[in-house]
């Protein structure tokens, strides 16, 4: 019966998951909106480091080599979702706002002695705005209202695999396809013109296939683990076209075609991490990120595309005896990141930096639910620009649950 509702689970969420937006960023608008980090609720936590870390009693979808840690009776589900509380800040006006999204899902199972394998939905990038402005009519000092709104992203169904060579090291390899749509809306209005309001619409799909490479390498230091970890995707193109209209609220169409776009490219990202495991509890983590970004040959209004460079640090602690007490039982985390976002608009660049705290709260057939809270700042308020401060709040339900085991009857 469990393994009918995880199935059930998992057929509700990809329909969720493709049909939602999950952000409301004015900085969303440039390039292909805001990038999205892969990292479960344990991992956001410790300020979403963990690459180094194995996948043993949830999903490390950070680094496919982990997938190599899996049990292998053990079949983990995991469901995660997310509460922002978001406030934007001008240097002359102030908004608030709230978004709420069931974020992404992943299953992985052990495929055979020395293979783990699974597949997450997650976005890979985000774009949602709504933006009122005014402009003059042509030829007088009257102006109209005008309307710009934008919704869409970009999704990843990524096929995860983890296969462990030696004792120590593991390899992966992640294979995702990309694929999504953005509307981009332009909503003019008219009073002088009989109230006629004018939609100016393209439609974007973009789609393409991205491999990422990655290992783990973990080294026993007495009773203790060090581990090293590194992962890359090479640079590869999206394949891009739109669709154009123009139309109003009496005449329905005024214009409408179909054109192909200057293809974009997903370019070289790297990452290395390492991370301590003792054997009193103690796991302290820490990621390094790198993308060239330069050469997206992205188009950004007003300002240029960058390299990135980005840092995770996050410690966790969990007692590793068992105690009655659920509170003894539980893991506990704290973190901190910072990441350069890719953009530069009017020669500041945007940045986000942020602290985290987490927990798990272990429950009796092995299953978790995992809890984080995370601080972080946005962007700037120079050249009229926006200062952007989240308070949000993730949710994970990881499930264990036991499919492969072999019974045996006296």
Not at 158 to 165: A, K, M, R, V
Not at 176 to 181: D, F, P
Not at 230 to 251: C, F, P
Not at 349 to 378: F, H, Q
Request: glycine share 10%.
């Amino acid at each position: 019966m469990n393994k009918i509702l995880l199935i059930f689970v998992l057929f509700v969420s990809t329909q969720i998951i493709c049909a939602q937006n999950n952000t409301s960023s004015l900085y969303s608008a440039y390039g292909i909106g805001l990038r999205q980090s892969k990292a479960d609720a344990s991992s956001a936590g410790m300020g979403y480091a963990g690459l180094a870390l194995p996948s043993t009693g949830y999903l490390n979808n950070l680094n496919a080599a982990s997938y190599s840690a899996i049990d292998s009776v053990r079949f983990i589900f995991n469901l995660q979702g997310s509460l922002s509380f978001s406030d934007y800040q001008t240097q002359s006006e102030q908004q608030k706002n709230i978004d709420a999204n069931l974020e992404s899902f992943s299953f992985g199972f052990r495929a055979s002695k020395n293979w783990g394998m699974g597949f997450s939905l997650s976005p890979y990038s985000n774009i949602g705005y709504n933006v009122n402005s005014q402009k003059y009519i042509l030829g007088t000092l009257s102006k109209y209202p005008i309307n710009y709104y934008g919704e869409g992203g970009i999704s990843q169904l990524s096929w995860h695999n983890g296969f462990q060579l030696t004792k120590r090291l593991s390899l992966g390899i992640s294979a995702s396809y990309l694929w999504g749509s953005t509307d981009i809306i332009e909503v003019s209005y008219y009073p002088q013109l009989d109230g006629e309001t004018i939609y100016n619409e393209r439609n974007y799909h973009v789609s393409s296939l991205l491999l990422e490479y990655s290992f783990q390498y973990h080294q026993p230091i007495g009773m203790s683990t060090l581990s090293f970890a590194g992962s890359a995707n090479m640079s590869t193109e999206l394949d891009t076209y739109y669709k154009h209209r123009i139309y109003n609220d009496v005449t329905s169409d005024l214009s409408s075609t179909e054109n192909d776009a200057n293809n974009i490219f997903i370019p070289l990202n790297y990452q290395a991490g390492i991370a301590l495991q003792t054997h009193k509890g103690w796991t302290i983590a820490a990621d390094y990120r790198y993308g060239e970004w330069s050469k997206s040959e992205l188009l950004i209004s007003g300002g240029e595309a960058r390299n990135t460079h980005g840092g995770s640090f996050g410690i966790q602690y969990g007692s590793t005896r068992y105690h009655r007490s659920l509170f003894k039982r539980m893991q506990y985390r704290i973190g901190a990141f910072y990441d350069q976002e890719y953009i530069t608009i009017q020669g500041n660049d945007i940045d986000t930096k942020g602290v985290t705290a987490g927990l798990t709260i272990p429950m009796r057939d092995g299953s978790k639910v995992n809890v984080a809270y995370e601080y972080k700042e946005r962007g700037t308020m120079n050249a009229g620009l926006i200062q952007e401060r989240y308070n949000s709040f993730k949710i994970g339900l990881t499930f264990n649950e036991t499919w492969f085991q072999k019974r045996k009857f006296k």
